[in-house]
């Protein structure tokens, strides 16, 4: 080392003894009167203030202790139902076009080329009908989606979100910023919990990424949507059905948030301890959003993106999943030996094989759980009729019909709930997963991270299984 | 105006994550790798949180990356670069922040950036709704370097909130160039980029306003010390600021003068991160 550098050191230690305490106060204390002096000098008001001003309306409005809570509700239910009831037409359209045209013409282009039946399969029955089952489900949503959600988000309405959330946070024992990268959670948790760098304090950020898998992501959302809209939108007269849904979906979401808390306070009471941190969240003033804008950033950024990333994923599960069912080892596919396998394990939970394996099949991405259920309960239940037969994905025009098939499936109203719940409360994607180990570097707690949701969701659904079974015999 | 849409993202040493990131198949992302010789010019883009940094980072660069109406939208460092009249341009978005302090991850991100990395210029985004606290971060980074233009945003806000800024007032009390725009709508730009250029070539030559203590024994101690950093880091060119921050204690910067860092002109910028960085997933909120 070199002596000159330390004798540096050691005078400025020196200087410091010299100077007295209130150094680091006294320099805040000129650099915040400077800059108010210089300020000052710069701004001017010209005419007089205006008489009412509304962002500070509406502010008082969205996080008052009384109407902050309901109108978040009502604002994220509004979000949902306009989704539901917006995809459905569009999805109709995008299925018969993907499916009922597309996919039998390009049969028949393969047959007359003379292709054999198994490159037909793997291209076709796997490959492309995964994609395009991807596409007509997801496709419509997201658009309805994203553009809403990016919307209140330009407009400056997340960070009254935070707001509001914050003092429970605290309560909990966690950063109240946490509240901002669990919003981001919603979106992506990969991106959540690398948004938890903001928060500074090693032990809260770890609340917070362990944490942050309880957002519902996008890639879960579809699922939530799908499920809540056959299942319990069926529950009720055709009219209330969206709403229903809309409200089953706000619910599952708000579960995820309670869970956070929950989580959070324990995690700070148990392995985490320590004190909370203070923090200024400063209000961003409302601005119109830029429709156009908004529109274009969530379609590219949002939409396609994530569709793209269920497609990428899509195109090779469709792959396995063909291959698995189509291999037969003693007259037996594969996928069926392991749905049979975990079957027993799913029905003990309140799901099924069926539902277990898709879960695996989706680790690298929650976007595709919905085709391979749909696609191995076909194949398993050996309903004819529907699509093309054993092990090939197919069409199916509405929801209605998505619940026959399901429920020839051996699934239930119970099935339903507990697919949504698991949805919610089970392990991150691959992706997260990594984000997670990059973030923190130890091994341990992105294993904690890893399976603590998967074990609370084992433990949440088994419970909500018995009860059920309880009271409905 | 001769605008290169070209940009480059960091990538995280592992590529596992980007490679499948659809981000990277968008049509106007040409990735010129890492290459910081390629370059006339580093500029970075400082400011407090949700001033419109990353709008002012996307109308310069041509990107169109998602920019959110809160705080705290980007925790790390963004990379992307335009072309300016004869010479070639990278920019760097830091993250916002309220000090330079370094109390926090992302703090240190951005004062590291200013400090060791040495950009050409540093454009200090400024929200003109809230001069006051955001001149605190920049009186902060005039004390760091003097090559700054003040990019001094939302000014279509302020006048809705009926505050006027005198520019030519501020320019003048901070000794830095001022430009008012609304970066939301690319009013201003023009001017933002030709006092991007004057200052990176040296056409303008910035007399920067210094933060007065009125505390005789500091000054003592900093003129003290001063002497004694100039003599060791010859090329340093904030020494009073080293000494301020000495004598505050600052672990980071006694570490940098313990090894000799603070004398490295050709600090390794990539190796700042060590984080792994997603940014561009990050920033459009979305998956990888």
Redesign the interface.
Known sequence: ??S??????K??HD??W???GD??E??ME???T???R?????????????RFDLDRTIDRLVTSRIWGFPLMLLLLTAVFWLTITGANAPSGLLYSLLIDIIHPFLKSVFANLGIPWWIDGVLLDGAYLATAWVVAVMLPPMAIFFPLF?LL????Y??RV?FNLDHIFRKAGAHG?QA?SMT?GF??N??GV??T????SPRERLIAIITNNFAL???RWPTQILIATIFIGTLVPAHLGGLISALAVVSIALLGVLLTFVVSWALSRTVLKGEVSTFN??L??Y?PP?ILQTL???V???T???L??AV?FALPAGVVLWVSSNLLINGVSIAEYLVNFLNPFGLLLGLNGVILVAYIVAIPANEIVIPTILMLTVMMSGVTGVGAGSGVMFELESGLQTLDLLTMGGWTLLTGINLMLFSLVHNPCS?TI??IY??TGSVKWTTVATLLPVLMGFVIIFFTAQIWRLFTG | MKKNNQVEIIESQDQAGCATCPVHHAANLKKLGVDMGNWDFVVALAGNPNTGKSTVFNALTGLRQHTGNWPGKTVTRAEGGFDYGENRYKLVDLPGTYSLLATSLDEEIARDFILFGQPDVTVVVVDATRLERNLNLVLQVLEITHRVVICLNLVDEAERHNIAVDHRRLARDLGVPVVPTIARYDEGLEDLLAAISEVASGETQAAPYHVKYNHPKLDQAVTQLVKQIEESFPDVPNARWVALRLLDGDEKIIEAVKNGDLGELTYNVEEMDGLGVDTVALKSGFSL
């Not at chain 1, 000159?4 to 050191?9: A, R, V, W």
């Not at chain 1, 988000?153 to 400056?156: C, I, K, L």
């Open positions: 080392m070199n000159n550098y330390e004798k540096i050191i005078s400025a200087l410091r010299d100077i007295g150094f680091h006294k320099i000129s650099l915040y400077d800059a108010s210089i300020a000052d000098r710069a701004v001017t008001h010209p005419g007089d203030t205006p990016t988000e330009d407009f400056g997340l960070p935070a910023k901002l981001m979106g992506c990969a991106a690398i948004s760098r903001i928060i500074d992501c996008n890639g969240l400063e961003p003033p601005r830029r274009y950033t969530s590219i950024d949002r396609l993106v994530v793209w990333r990428v992706t990594y984000t990059k973030e």
